[in-house]
């Protein structure tokens, strides 16, 4: 059995600021494969937890997280390589860790989720946690993406359209990517079901979108991990 037929589902954890929209985005993309608004997403106290969104050909878990806090010793506060390590379990509130963890139960993509209408207000903190993230992610090669939330609340035209996302000046003038010091290129924009009754269109092309980048995010850490030489777990 070779490395990739091990892994059944890739991992694809959310981490962000309280308020970021992460639950929402969890909670939007299982609308979105299920066809009408669904609410199932729900931290609460749990530090880690996740959901398996398995549609035909596309199996993947959104890893949720608690949200990053300004605070010493507040919200996520866990060494953040045990989680991509994949020695936090399901719905981790003390410390206890996994044993033994395969590359079925590592993160295979990690996602950055901010509020784009917070990009300035961000605090130093909080740019240092990312950036302190960023840096153990990298040291485990693991691909990273930016997911922008709330874009229709940040620019008129885009509310007026979705389709005006990728021509709006004002969310390309974001400074995110300089602040995270990622590309342009691993910037995903989103709108998140809020209160909204039914599905939409043009939302939804956001959302799939933004999975489709997930998975090949993934999808290039699995070819970076295949060894030839090595065909097991």
Not at 35 to 57: D, E
Not at 77 to 87: E, R, Y
């Amino acid at each position: 059995m070779t490395i990739i037929i091990s892994v059944k589902e890739a991992r694809i954890l959310l981490v962000g600021p309280v308020g970021a929209g992460k639950s929402s985005f969890f909670n939007s993309i299982n609308s979105a494969f299920k066809g009408y608004v669904s609410s199932q997403a729900n931290t609460g106290t749990a530090v880690y937890n996740y959901v398996s969104v398995s549609v035909t050909h596309v199996p993947f878990i959104l890893c949720d997280t608690m949200g990053l806090e300004d605070g010493v010793n507040t919200g996520l506060d866990v060494d953040f390589a045990t989680i991509l390590k994949g020695h936090i379990q399901d719905k981790y509130q003390v410390r206890t860790l996994g044993t033994s963890p395969g590359l079925k139960d590592k993160i295979h993509c990690v996602v950055f989720v901010i509020d784009i209408s917070r990009v300035k207000l961000l605090s130093d903190k909080m740019i240092e946690k990312f950036v302190v993230f960023r840096k153990k992610a990298n040291q485990l090669s693991i691909p990273q993406l930016v997911l922008l939330t709330k874009v229709d609340e940040a620019c008129p035209l885009v509310a007026e359209d979705l389709k005006n996302v990728y021509q709006s000046h004002y969310i390309n003038k974001m400074e995110v990517s300089f602040q995270l010091g990622v590309s342009l290129s691993v910037v995903v924009p989103v709108k998140n079901y809020y209160q909204e009754l039914e599905i939409d269109p043009q939302t939804d092309i956001l959302l799939l979108n933004a999975v489709v980048q997930m998975l090949r995010a993934a999808e290039g850490y699995f070819d970076d991990f295949y060894n030839p030489e090595e065909r097991s777990e």
